[in-house]
């Protein structure tokens, strides 16, 4: 049986030389493909994976941990594997409750496998169609932001078939990204979080045999399938832009030092530094309760517990961004320039608001959910194919 990972280590050893390359990735527009390699040799991508299945070991907070510590080093690098390791976290908690999650898990290991998550395009409507055809389906589709797509192996997908007898169907699968008719765009120029590789992936009548399909589903409706993602995803996934924050917070505190003292010290600064600390402070217990929901993958799927998760997320996110924007009014016309480190954070800080839900749409769910409606709604009934 394999040792527990210990992700530590690979942290204090890797965190430097990733931190190196920081800037030129993000400067160039490029993916962080050397950094990738290394997570991969360090076994960082099967982490979570439980021992006796022949992954690292490693916990849930033990990840986030990882993730928080590692943006301080590479934000693109950590949120790129947060969306590895939260399709990851998915199959675990499905494997211990008893639901499909083991063989995604065995293959994970068995092939040292990078997994590419569309899941944020996709949510519950879906992208992309899927055509009956013999053994399976042909799927055809554009998905957005598949981060870390460049060197992933298997893409965690869906696409929607209309079925005749029960309407419009969204089904659940992995593909391979070296499958005929998978095609990347190269489009990932972006404002923020450039290093991703979060690139479109385009899906020309890819076949998906019938028995790699892992969940069917109703269009439209929330599933509690959603709520295990939800509860295992938004805690990896925060932890990296809290540790933006972080890091921001930081470089705006090291200036205010210089404004703060001496004779000609600046009286506004240790109020604007207060007020980043508070924000900082919102950030870090919102990222902290996701966590705590999340309780090592022991929890109850559910709309509630989805609400509650997204609820924190949206509070995260918000103070999040307040705290980048706040460590720029610190470090006042000086954060400007890129040689700072500052104006980076700031960009990458923006990113955290976009992963679902987004906050008008986290607050309709929750808003719906607390007087008791359906938490996303009726769905106009879509046009059927001609039979």
């Not at 696409?159 to 190269?186: C, I, M, N, R, T």
Request: charged share 25%; with cysteine.
């Amino acid at each position: 049986m394999p040792q527990k990972i210990d992700l530590s280590d690979i942290l204090a050893r890797l965190g430097p030389e990733f931190a190196a390359r920081s800037a030129g990735h993000d400067a160039g527009d490029r993916f962080v493909a050397d950094n990738y390699r290394a997570l991969r040799e360090a076994k960082v991508f099967t982490a979570l994976i439980p021992l006796e299945i022949g992954g690292g070991g490693a916990g849930h907070g033990e990840v986030c941990a990882f993730l928080r510590g590692l943006a301080r080093y590479c934000p693109s690098t950590a949120l790129a594997l947060s969306m590895h390791q939260h399709l990851v976290a998915a199959a675990v908690a499905n494997d211990l409750a008893g639901r499909p999650g083991r063989k995604l898990l065995e293959k994970a290991v068995a092939e040292d496998a990078i997994l590419v998550s569309t899941g944020a395009a996709d949510w519950l409507d879906s992208n992309g169609t899927l055509e009956r055809v013999e053994g399976g389906y042909r799927l055809t589709a554009v998905k957005p932001f598949a981060s870390g797509s460049p060197l992933g192996d298997l893409l965690i997908t869906s696409g929607v078939y209309d079925d005749p007898a029960e309407g419009p169907q969204v089904l659940h699968f992995p593909l391979s990204l070296k499958a005929e008719g998978v095609a990347f765009l190269d489009d990932w120029q972006t404002m923020t979080m450039r290093g991703t590789g979060s690139q479109t992936v385009k899906l020309d009548g890819v076949f998906v045999p019938e028995g790699a399909v892992a969940l069917r589903r109703p269009q439209g409706p929330f599933h509690p399938a959603f709520a295990v993602i939800v509860a295992v995803a938004m805690p990896l996934i925060m932890s990296v832009y809290l540790s933006v924050a972080e890091a921001a917070a930081e470089i705006a505190r090291e200036k205010a030092r210089e404004k703060a003292r001496g004779r000609g010290a600046d009286p506004v600064v240790p109020l604007l530094v207060g007020e980043m600390e508070t924000l900082l402070t919102s950030a870090e217990i919102a990222v902290d309760d996701m966590i705590r929901l999340a309780n090592g993958f022991d929890f109850t799927p559910s709309a509630e517990l989805a609400s509650r998760v997204l609820t924190r997320k949206t509070l995260a996110a918000k103070a999040i961004l307040a705290t980048a924007e706040k460590a720029l009014e610190v470090a006042g016309g000086g954060g400007l320039f890129r040689r700072l480190g500052l104006e980076r954070f700031l960009r990458d800080a923006h990113g955290a608001q976009f992963h679902p839900l987004p906050e008008k749409r986290q607050q309709l769910f929750t808003g719906r959910l607390a007087l008791g409606l359906d938490p996303v709604g009726e769905r106009p009934e879509l046009p059927r194919k001609a039979a």
